[in-house]
């Protein structure tokens, strides 16, 4: 039994002259796939612009034929009676079919019969890629011809076999139709069957005549930059097929984000990447070198935020902007002061911590966060230092070992909220126990990293990486062992957190492609904390 083929990256970047199409018609005894059967199969293949085989066969529908159908087929009952049934003929044509892209005139239609048939049969449904004459026809001659019918086609395109809706006339017709319309494909710049595949989907886009933008671009993996008509750099991406993503945004796609871009832009540069995790780190270090003001939600802060723990004789939590090596800890970078400010509210909700910035014994009288009972405060000279130390103490053990005695506070701060029905109380405790919960786990996996060192790991397709405490300096892929490719290695000052937020988010990534199912690390060790970040289960606010 045939199986089902599903084609792979490689074959869909495959160029269009070494791609086998089968170009099937079908002839039926009505319109719809749930109650008509098949009368006739013809399907002609071509491969490197030659014909390499046919495939004709009448088809027994098992049952009578209606008339409407003989007159416009010419296919008549006494024609079928000793033809064989489907059921015959299907695994004989799914053979001659093969991994080969189907070709068809609407060619839903026929994909539905020959998909019913085969459920029907016990086979799984067609899983190879189609390619539609009528819509491709659309976007490249519907101005030339009267209508897009197939007749009209063949008449356009001189085919020297004339439609008759019979199946193997039909189809041979619809081949030369298909090689009339990948000359006019060509002169676009489709020239693999993944730009044939996505080319339909361009109709009515108004930006598609920039497409040739994008024409010397690779089917690899990369980063791109679209620059305007001045060369400022308007927006980065990454792809693991840089031809086959950059050529997406030409095809119609109508989001106003989407179009003011493609307005704006005039020129297309890239960087091929060795691998994904390469083009991810790359296209991070890029959006914050040039700030593009398309990439919207990926944009970096101007400035990163920290919470700092001070160094004074009584601590007190600040929000900075910068990593202070005589501070007793951070916690960030955050990429706003909101952000940076949400996990400060944490940390005093978990203990009481000083909040007032009064100097110690200089008030008369305890200030508000002390007299509410929620800070220990040394402003009026009541706070005796060996108690308060206390509360740094394991503010200190929370950051390092176990964060369970900052976020626990948190957690039973909610319980409680969300049982006397104040819910909107219960969210925001929420809110802040998952903002210090990621605080906590950003700053643990910032020193892990950092206490490696030099990290070497591959995934199981022998994409490796070089990482030099928490910075990608080489990257090679599996497809050639030897290839290394050397990567600007990005210094900077080891601290307990990151320095910056571009730093943290390189970090991140790289900690991500390390988790990943498959990667083995050749050299170097990543060693955790054993008290796991104690994240909140779904659904704990009711």
Excluded at 132 to 148: G, P, Q
Excluded at 241 to 253: A, T
Excluded at 264 to 287: G, K, N
Excluded at 314 to 334: N, Q
Aim: charge should be neutral; hydrophobic fraction near 40%; glycine fraction near 8%.
């Amino acid at each position: 039994m045939p199986l089902p083929f599903q084609t792979s990256f490689d074959e869909l970047s495959t160029p269009l002259f070494e791609v086998s199409f089968c170009i099937l018609d079908l002839e039926t005894t009505g319109g719809s796939a749930r109650d008509c059967e098949i009368t006739e199969i013809g399907a002609v293949k071509y491969q490197h612009g030659e014909e390499i085989g046919s495939f004709q066969t009448l088809v027994d529908p098992g049952a009578p034929i209606p008339p409407s159908i003989t007159i416009l087929t010419g296919i008549t009952h006494a024609m079928v009676v000793d033809a064989p049934t489907i059921e015959t003929a299907l695994p004989d044509f799914l053979e001659f079919i093969g991994h080969s892209v189907i070709v068809g005139h609407n060619v839903r239609f026929d994909m539905s019969f020959l998909n019913a048939a085969a459920e029907r049969l016990g086979y799984p449904r067609l899983g190879n890629v189609t390619v539609d004459t009528a819509s491709l026809a659309r976007r490249l001659v519907r101005n030339e011809v009267r209508n897009l019918k197939l007749r009209s086609l063949a008449a356009h395109f001189r085919s020297p076999v004339t439609p008759n809706h019979r199946a193997l006339a039909d189809a041979q017709a619809t081949a030369h139709v298909l090689h009339g319309l990948l000359e006019r494909a060509g002169s676009l710049g489709v020239t693999n069957i993944d730009d044939l595949i996505a080319l339909p989907k361009a109709s009515g886009s108004a930006f598609y005549k920039k497409i040739r933008l994008a024409d010397s671009l690779p089917r690899a993996p990369g980063v791109y930059l679209f620059r305007d008509r001045h060369g400022n750099v308007i927006y980065v991406g990454k792809a693991s097929n840089l031809r086959q993503r950059v050529r997406q945004y030409f095809y119609g796609d109508t989001r106003k984000s989407i179009t003011n871009m493609m307005r704006e832009l005039a020129s297309i540069e890239h960087q091929v990447c060795s691998t994904v995790i390469e083009a991810e780190v790359t296209e991070v270090r890029l959006i914050h070198a040039h700030r593009p003001r398309h990439n919207r939600r990926s944009k970096p802060p101007k400035s990163s935020h920290f919470v700092r723990i001070t160094s004074e004789e009584f601590p007190r939590l600040s929000v900075v902007r910068t990593v202070k090596h005589d501070a007793l800890g951070h916690l960030g970078p955050f990429r706003s002061k909101n952000a940076a400010d949400l996990v400060m509210t944490a940390l005093w909700d978990s203990l009481p911590i000083r909040r007032c910035r009064t100097r110690p014994g200089s008030r008369q009288g305890p200030c508000a966060g002390a007299q509410l009972g929620v800070a220990m405060c040394p402003c009026d000279g009541e706070l005796d230092r060996v108690s308060y130390q206390k509360v740094v103490d394991t503010l200190l053990v929370g950051l390092d070992h176990d964060p369970t005695v900052l976020l626990e506070p948190l957690e039973s701060k909610m319980s409680r909220l969300s049982l006397d029905r104040r819910y909107e109380e219960a969210g925001w405790a929420r809110d802040r126990h998952t903002a210090l919960a990621r605080a906590l786990d950003r700053r643990r996996r910032w020193a892990t990293i950092q206490a490696a060192g030099v990290i070497v790991a591959e995934n199981d397709r022998g994409d490796g990486a070089m990482i030099d405490h928490g910075s990608l300096v080489s990257s090679w892929n599996g497809r050639d062992a030897a290839q290394l490719q050397p990567i600007p290695l990005h210094h900077h000052e080891s601290g307990d957190v990151a320095p910056s937020v571009d730093i943290a988010e390189e970090v991140d990534l790289l900690w991500k492609w390390l988790e990943k199912d498959g990667v083995t690390m050749l050299r170097g060790s990543l060693t955790l904390p054993e008290q796991p970040i104690p994240y909140l289960r779904t659904g704990t606010t009711g």
